[in-house]
């Protein structure tokens, strides 16, 4: 089994030796948000029986369980979308970010082996620590109460209509002013059709009504994900291997009455892989875009979006800085989620090693 020593570093330049892996995790920071300072979670070591084994999808941060809000202590949830065959164990899992100790909580995965149809793909959660588990492919969002202590899920959405399949809720976010959960999906009722929709995060229905803000008709069935901002109220998306536009990359956000605004980036002119997810910073409401540099390397950007300044009707220009780098650090799904005090960054290594890494913020943000 492999092993990875949990550790603190304050340097700039940091490794991560992984046990009986050619190369090691190295993270260098070239920007100002980041310490520099981080902490590793070994998650299949940690995981009873080396269960949590494949892809770590999502990752997201429960308000309720930090004392006094003290993170990153406290308790992070993370989905694994590999189907539940021995000794694999698909589903729900939570962590404490102290100890490290790793828990399967439900929402099993296909025991199928090679069926992705029912693995879990994106995770939200409200304040009062209610876990929202979104599924694609054979698409369902399901709600859990008390995820922790008393495990009960209700579904909440099946298919968007008539379509059995390309439904795909791959990214959810919860919105606290309206008590809605922002659905980005990659494909609306067997199409190419991306889509933001909202629904009800109290429903209790497994059909129930839906409300799409937003939706592009397109030629491929690219990828994009997405993140809501409570900072300003707006869902902010971001394509994989986005065109440019205007001369600039660029990512978008949309209202929750429909109105869609382009963020181009400045400096950056070439098109960017974005990985798998992208985060926003919940104090200082920051986009931090996770972007392949190559197979085994990423990137990660900061975007200021809230400072953004208007070059046209509905077309904003954002200042861009290059936090930090990794390399030998990810094969395949990139999950990134804030602390609920916007101090902590939360980074999912679904390579082999089943790795969380939690950075540091400096200087901390204020509200």
């Known amino acids: 089994m492999m092993r990875l020593h949990h550790r603190l570093f304050l340097t700039a330049t940091l490794v991560v030796a992984i046990s009986g892996l050619a190369k090691a995790a190295t993270f260098t920071f070239t920007g100002s948000a980041l310490s520099g300072a981080f902490t590793s979670i070994p998650i299949r070591t940690n995981s009873a029986g080396g269960n949590s084994v494949g892809t770590i999808s999502a990752v997201a941060w429960d308000p309720t369980s930090a004392p006094s809000g003290q993170f990153p202590n406290g308790r992070i949830y993370f989905t694994n979308r590999e189907p539940s065959v021995a000794p694999a164990q698909g589903g729900l899992y939570s962590v404490n970010a102290s100890t490290g100790a790793v828990a399967f909580l439900g929402l099993p995965s296909s025991t199928t082996a090679g069926n992705n149809n029912l693995n879990p793909s994106s995770l939200a959660i409200n304040p009062s620590g209610s876990v929202y588990v979104g599924r694609d492919v054979t698409p369902a969002i399901f709600r859990v109460d008390n995820p922790s202590t008393a495990f009960a899920s209700t579904q909440m959405l099946g298919n968007y209509g008539a379509a059995t399949t390309d439904d795909d809720p791959i990214s959810i976010s919860y919105v606290p002013t309206t008590n809605q959960i922002m659905i980005f999906d990659q494909g609306l009722d067997a199409d190419l059709t991306p889509a933001i929709s909202l629904m009800n995060a109290s429903s209790t229905s497994a059909s129930p009504s839906f409300t799409t803000i937003w939706s592009m008709t397109q030629t491929v069935d690219n990828n994009f994900r997405g993140a809501y901002s409570a900072v300003d109220q707006r869902g902010y998306f971001a394509y994989v291997n986005p065109v440019v536009d205007s001369g600039l990359a660029a990512v978008y956000r949309v209202s929750l009455g429909g109105t869609l605004e382009t963020i181009l980036l400045n400096g950056i002119t070439t098109g ?32 200021d979006v809230v400072n953004a300044t208007l070059q046209s009707p509905n077309v904003y220009l954002a200042n861009v800085t290059q936090e930090f780098t990794a390399t030998d650090f990810n094969v395949g799904q990139n999950s990134l989620a804030w602390s609920p005090d916007g101090k902590y960054l939360a980074a999912a290594a679904p390579d082999g090693s089943d790795t969380l890494f939690i950075f540091q913020a400096i200087p901390e943000p204020t509200t």
């Open 272 to 303: 960017l892989d974005v990985d798998d997810s992208i985060a926003i910073n919940p104090i200082d409401g920051s986009l931090w875009l996770p972007t392949v540099t190559t197979g085994t390397s990423r990137t990660y950007l900061r975007v």
